[in-house]
């Protein structure tokens, strides 16, 4: 396995992380079938109940019979300990608190059981933490259909281990300068979702109640939408627009063509073409735009499953086709931005939730995206609320893109200082 882990000080020596585990507990994974979730069973962590270093939240916990516990004691963790995941979502690292002491593990899972002579166990986790021991994961499952990290290269993964005191220091400066970065994270991601709000809110008043607070209003006889403007009016979509459904044929895709866009790719907003993933060939392409199925500027692709109600404005003139799951809205006179801005407003999320309430598998049929209620301006109207959202919308999420940078920035900084430090790139007292 490469080691990725040259340059650090002369003390400090690369050692399999086997070899700094406590002997009497190696590493290992749990439990491999844990049958019916038992509410007074023994708790069991799987990787899906795990953030990438935060730990998991105990009450929330499966648990499986104590009976079945009882055949997998090898795997029972201690308070203490670091729990790895290693399943397709490889890479998560936990410390195990005191109250889950006797839990288990899936097969998903490993535990990794620091010998404190060797390593001290918060060191250790943000040696896993880091970007060079990351990278070792990576090579080991390169190449795999199903990208799980397999016990034998999880203990073959070398790690560097200074003197005792220095780990400790080390971990000690990580805890702090860490936590202060996640609240100033925290506090960033709270000021995204502010802007979010804000952006939502001049939207949805807007398309609802228009630019003019002094024009007369009457009620729509909606109770999500609230009174409008007296000269709106509110009606089905059908009635003003052109509802088209994607073709329900299987393509073949081929590395580069035509993009093809479903509900992956449609996001609020101008639909972004660099998001698709799927392509077809031209062949394919001239067979997904019959039946007037050929998007063109101005339209609407609109998501009726997954990101439910999502609608993206087709602000260019690239070829694409429409995938599973999708359909297309046009007009040739209204506003297709207007028509965006209310799908995407508090008013059209709200009438989605409604309509797809009660389905466990929350999608919305093109039968009822025809029959949704929409506020409709004169068309002239329209097109001033477009201008006028345009240009208020674009300072907010000018604002927003910029925080969202500072955020992929701290984060950045914040793997460096880790990958740094346990690997003795920073100059930390008592730590070389």
Same mark, same amino acid.
């Given at each position: 396995?490469?080691?990725?882990?040259?340059?650090?000080?002369?003390?400090?020596?690369?050692?399999?992380?086997?070899?700094?585990?406590?002997? =009497?507990?190696?590493?290992?994974?749990?439990?491999?079938?844990?049958?019916?979730?038992?509410?007074?069973?023994?708790?069991?962590?799987?990787?899906?109940?795990?953030?990438?270093?935060?730990?998991?939240?105990?009450?929330?916990?499966?648990?499986?019979?104590?009976?079945?516990?009882?055949?997998?004691?090898?795997?029972?963790?201690?308070?203490?300990?670091?729990?790895?995941?290693?399943?397709?979502?490889? $890479?998560?690292?936990?410390?195990?608190?005191?109250?889950?002491?006797?839990?288990?593990?899936?097969?998903?899972?490993?535990?990794?059981?620091?010998?404190?002579?060797?390593?001290?166990?918060?060191?250790?986790?943000?040696?896993?933490? &880091? #970007?060079?021991?990351?990278?070792?994961?990576?090579?080991?499952?390169?190449?795999? #259909?199903?990208?799980?990290?397999?016990? =034998?290269?999880?203990?073959?993964?070398?790690?560097?281990?200074?003197?005792?005191?220095?780990?400790? #220091?080390?971990?000690?400066?990580?805890?702090?300068?860490?936590?202060?970065?996640?609240?100033?994270?925290?506090?960033?991601?709270?000021?995204?979702?502010?802007?979010?709000?804000?952006?939502?809110?001049?939207? #949805?008043?807007?398309?609802?109640?228009?630019?003019?607070?002094?024009?007369?209003?009457?009620?729509?006889?909606?109770?999500?939408?609230?009174?409008?403007?007296?000269?709106?009016?509110?009606?089905?979509?059908?009635?003003?627009?052109?509802?088209?459904?994607?073709?329900?044929?299987?393509?073949?895709?081929?590395?580069?063509?035509?993009?093809?866009?479903?509900?992956?790719?449609?996001?609020?907003?101008?639909?972004?073409?660099?998001?698709?993933?799927?392509?077809?060939?031209?062949?394919?392409?001239?067979?997904?735009?019959?039946? $007037?199925?050929?998007?063109?500027?101005?339209?609407?692709?609109? &998501?009726?499953?997954?990101?439910?109600?999502? =609608?993206?404005?087709?602000?260019?003139?690239?070829? !694409?086709?429409?995938?599973?799951?999708?359909?297309?809205?046009?007009?040739?006179?209204?506003?297709? !931005? !207007?028509?965006?801005?209310?799908?995407?407003?508090?008013?059209?999320?709200?009438?989605?939730?409604?309509?797809?309430?009660?389905?466990?598998?929350?999608?919305?049929?093109?039968?009822?995206?025809?029959?949704?209620?929409?506020?409709?301006?004169?068309?002239?109207?329209?097109?001033?609320?477009?201008?006028?959202?345009?240009?208020?919308?674009?300072?907010?999420?000018?604002?927003?893109?910029?925080?969202?940078?500072?955020?992929?920035?701290?984060?950045?900084?914040?793997?460096?200082?880790?990958?740094?430090?346990?690997?003795?790139?920073?100059?930390?007292?008592? =730590?070389?």
């Amino acid at each position: 396995m490469t080691s990725n882990l040259a340059g650090f000080p002369t003390r400090w020596r690369p050692v399999q992380l086997k070899r700094v585990v406590d002997s =009497a507990r190696p590493i290992t994974y749990g439990i491999v079938q844990a049958g019916e979730d038992v509410s007074d069973g023994v708790p069991y962590i799987r990787p899906v109940d795990m953030s990438d270093e935060g730990g998991v939240s105990p009450g929330k916990l499966r648990r499986t019979s104590r009976e079945i516990a009882a055949t997998y004691r090898r795997s029972e963790v201690s308070a203490g300990d670091l729990v790895v995941s290693i399943g397709p979502s490889y $890479g998560k690292v936990m410390v195990v608190p005191a109250d889950l002491t006797g839990a288990n593990l899936t097969q998903g899972t490993a535990r990794v059981s620091a010998d404190d002579d060797l390593v001290y166990s918060r060191y250790l986790f943000w040696c896993l933490r &880091s #970007t060079p021991i990351v990278r070792q994961w990576d090579y080991s499952v390169g190449g795999a #259909t199903f990208r799980a990290l397999n016990l =034998a290269p999880l203990a073959a993964t070398l790690v560097p281990t200074p003197p005792l005191d220095a780990q400790r #220091t080390i971990a000690d400066f990580l805890d702090r300068k860490t936590a202060a970065i996640d609240d100033l994270i925290a506090r960033k991601e709270r000021l995204i979702e502010l802007l979010q709000e804000k952006r939502q809110a001049l939207i #949805t008043q807007a398309v609802t109640k228009g630019l003019d607070p002094s024009v007369p209003m009457k009620e729509s006889g909606v109770e999500w939408i609230g009174s409008v403007p007296r000269h709106w009016d509110v009606v089905e979509l059908r009635r003003k627009w052109d509802v088209v459904d994607c073709k329900h044929v299987t393509p073949t895709y081929v590395p580069e063509g035509v993009p093809l866009v479903s509900t992956g790719e449609v996001k609020p907003g101008p639909l972004d073409l660099s998001r698709a993933t799927r392509f077809v060939d031209d062949r394919w392409h001239s067979i997904m735009i019959e039946g $007037g199925r050929r998007p063109m500027r101005g339209d609407l692709i609109y &998501s009726r499953n997954a990101s439910l109600g999502a =609608a993206a404005l087709v602000a260019h003139d690239d070829a !694409f086709v429409m995938g599973q799951d999708v359909v297309l809205i046009r007009s040739e006179r209204q506003s297709g !931005f !207007f028509l965006a801005a209310y799908l995407n407003s508090v008013a059209g999320a709200t009438q989605v939730e409604l309509a797809s309430i009660g389905s466990t598998f929350k999608r919305i049929n093109v039968s009822q995206i025809r029959e949704l209620l929409i506020v409709v301006p004169p068309e002239e109207e329209q097109e001033r609320i477009a201008d006028v959202l345009s240009s208020l919308t674009d300072d907010v999420d000018s604002a927003r893109v910029a925080v969202e940078r500072s955020v992929d920035l701290l984060r950045e900084y914040r793997q460096a200082l880790i990958s740094n430090a346990v690997t003795g790139q920073l100059d930390l007292p008592g =730590a070389a």
